[in-house]
T-cell receptor, first 113, second 111 residues
């Protein structure tokens, strides 16, 4: 079965540094998402992306965050200047259509020191 | 806004049946998901209910009552590998289709 892939699986960074998390959504999917999950807490929506632009974002997704689809396969999340509270598991997801189920990648565990 | 409630933790015995409930209050409703999440892993899709009633898929079934804002996930013939978090997520209507997740129910299956 096709799957969403994410790299790296773990990322450790210093506070204030920029990080880029990478995702390859399922190839025929049109909608892409980033969610995050702080340890012990619920999965929280960050942003959705369709047709090369952000379609929706949460209040978590402030000016420190950006997303990009640099080519036909990759979908990236950039955190410009990381804070301690950005430490979380970041999940990329994709869906074929807006009202269909989401397929999640295996996540990137981000640790900000 | 959206409010999704699930029990925090449940325990059950291998071979038994367990029902995990989810209640929700949302601004519009377009469907309800159940996902399974093992510790440190990604959520994996179990079911998606849009209409009222019970949907069965092997050992797992999911029920929805839209008028009551209520769903449950039923797991039969429990196995040790079913120990995981079970996430209820509601898809709203009226402009946004983004699923919002509840806090999840941690299910512990013991021998």
């Amino acid at each position: 079965e096709p799957e969403v892939t994410q790299t790296p699986s773990h990322q450790v960074t210093q506070m204030g540094q920029e990080v880029i998390l990478r995702c390859v959504p399922i190839s025929n999917h049109l909608y892409f998402y980033w969610y995050r999950q702080i340890l012990g807490q619920k999965v929280e929506f960050l942003v959705s992306f369709y047709n090369n632009e952000i379609s929706e974002k949460s209040e978590i997704f402030d000016d420190q965050f950006s997303v990009e689809r640099p080519d036909g396969s990759n979908f990236t999340l950039k955190i410009r200047s990381t804070k301690l509270e950005d430490s979380a598991m970041y999940f990329c997801a994709s869906s074929r259509q807006e009202n269909e189920k989401l397929f999640f990648g295996s996540g990137t565990q981000l640790s900000v020191l | 806004g959206q409010n999704i409630d699930q029990p925090t933790e449940m325990t059950a015995t291998e071979g038994a049946i367990v029902q995990i409930n989810c209640t929700y209050q949302t601004s519009g409703f377009n469907g309800l998901f159940w996902y399974q999440q093992h510790a440190g892993e990604a959520p994996t899709f179990l079911s998606y209910n849009v209409l009222d009633g019970l949907e069965e898929k092997g050992r797992f079934s999911s029920f929805l009552s839209r008028s009551k804002g209520y769903s449950y996930l039923l797991l039969k013939e429990l196995q040790m590998k079913d120990s995981a978090s079970y996430l209820c997520a509601v898809r709203p209507s009226g402009g946004s289709y983004i699923p919002t997740f509840g806090r999840g129910t941690s299910l512990i299956v013991h021998p």
